[in-house]
């Protein structure tokens, strides 16, 4: 989380940082003890203490326990996110309960994508897919709730605002995105080039990656590895600075329902330029919540080329603060940002003021292409000393605004999301804003938006 003033045409980013965080002998989860010193999930009182006196270091802390948590190996060589079931599979769980083995992981294009009525031409050059998870809380809450059925949605719609029942404060819903190494993407020496992150414009057509004109240079042949190198802004001069290796990256070879998926959802029709089992997945980000206080916990990662001084949304601070949670190499080689509230100072569920600091809180591999017309652009704004600050691009977004706005009008159309509201850029949004009049709030569930089934 950080406070952000207007300057020149936008934004510059300034972080406030408080020293105090609590010191705690917990486990982290409720089954297992995963590092000393710490708890999952964290008392709703000690966070929201924490976001009432801006105490960001130990909001940082908190949100780098919950990626190692994330990252760590659990069996079989998977980190624990990666044994977590999609909704795909959960709703499969719940139509054949009699079925011994689910299906397979399948790839997604990201749901915001089309939500956001993005033409595809726009995110042609990223070819990104995603596999939203949910842990196993969020996924017996989802079956236990029948939560993805149309028709348990629409008992809970009762009167002008309604609400699905709460998930519990163990639940975690992720939202990793991959690039996919196919062979027609490799040189003749195995190197594969990529756009990487190296800050935003504030474009009203937003700031795709094919616009970003920086690179890094991945080397998917040798065995060794880059902690922290430099950016390629020519993206046709590699050198040991700019060159990075899987090492680097949370990465792991897709199987043939993958490839299979990946082809399908990039509509690839040419057999040399279609994935195959074998290929390489590289995560490149991830959106993470956490249901720890009623609103979430909201945090998101993005692989960095320079993770020791990350760019904008992330900062020094926020890469400093993971020092000492012992995260794996490959973990530490990702930036983060964090929005634990919409605006500061934090406002009430009910009855707040849009009127504070603004907090941004997006993934430049997700939102950063998002452009004015994404966004309804007469709520996307935030007042700050009489000053009118405009947040209708993706780079002024923040998860915990966007996620709340996940609403359906259950006797909507399918093909229409079932009349949910356009995505908001940062703004206190509260449980009786006029958006959520005659609709189901989600519980900050776009995951349950975007696998309703209409038949059930």
């Not at 079931?85 to 709703?91: E, F």
């Not at 499969?92 to 939500?115: A, D, L, Y």
């Not at 009127?355 to 700050?384: A, C, D, Q, R």
């Amino acid at each position: 989380m950080k406070t952000i003033k207007l300057l020149t045409l936008v934004f510059s980013f300034l972080i406030v940082v408080s020293c105090n965080e609590e010191n705690k002998k917990e486990v982290y989860s409720k089954k297992e003890t995963l590092v000393e010193n710490y708890q999952y999930p964290s008392d709703s009182t000690t966070i929201n203490k924490w976001i009432a006196n801006n105490n960001f270091n130990a909001m940082y802390k908190h949100s780098w326990y919950i990626w190692k948590h994330l990252t760590t190996p659990v069996a079989n060589g998977k980190l624990r996110y990666q044994t977590w079931s999609s909704p795909a599979q959960i709703l499969e769980k719940m139509n054949h309960p009699e079925k011994n083995m689910v299906s397979g992981i399948k790839f997604k294009k990201p749901n915001q994508f089309s939500h956001a009525k993005i033409k595809q031409t726009d995110f042609d050059d990223t070819d990104i897919v995603e596999i939203v998870a949910y842990n196993e809380a969020a996924e017996k809450y989802a079956v236990d709730n029948k939560i993805f059925y149309i028709s348990t949605l629409k008992k809970f719609q009762k009167g002008e605002y309604s609400q699905v029942p709460e998930f519990p404060d163990e639940a975690i819903t992720i939202k990793p995105v991959y690039k996919v190494l196919t062979q027609d993407k490799l040189s003749t020496d195995g190197i594969y080039t990529m756009a990487a992150w190296h800050g935003p414009e504030y474009k009203n057509s937003g700031y795709p990656e094919k616009e970003w004109k920086s690179c890094i240079h991945v080397n998917t042949k040798e065995n060794k590895s880059n902690p922290n190198g430099r950016l390629d802004y020519n993206c046709n001069d590699k050198n040991e600075d700019n060159t990075y290796f899987l090492n680097d990256f949370i990465h792991f070879k897709i199987d043939q329902t993958l490839a299979d998926s990946y082809n399908s959802e990039n509509t690839i029709k040419n057999d040399n330029q279609k994935a195959q089992a074998g290929d390489i997945a590289l995560l490149v980000g991830m959106h993470v919540g956490t249901k720890e206080i009623k609103r979430w916990v909201w945090q998101t990662f993005w692989w960095s080329p320079m993770p020791l001084t990350p760019s904008i949304p992330s900062s020094d601070d926020i890469a400093s603060s993971k020092n000492g949670i012992g995260l794996s190499k490959v973990a530490s080689h990702y930036a983060m940002d964090i929005a634990y509230s919409m605006i500061i100072p934090a406002q009430p569920y009910i009855g707040g003021e849009n009127e504070g600091e603004i907090v941004v809180g997006f993934n430049p591999y997700l939102e950063s292409g998002f452009g004015t017309n994404v966004f309804n652009t007469k709520m996307s704004y935030v007042e700050n000393s009489g000053t009118k600050i405009a947040t209708n691009l993706g780079a002024t977004s923040n998860c915990m605004s966007c996620h709340m706005a996940a609403a359906v009008h259950t006797k909507g159309k399918p093909s229409n999301g079932y009349d949910s509201p356009d995505y908001i850029g940062d703004r206190y949004l509260s449980y009786k804003d006029s958006i959520f009049k005659n609709r189901l709030m989600l519980d900050f569930a776009w995951s349950i938006q975007a696998n309703i089934d209409s038949l059930k």
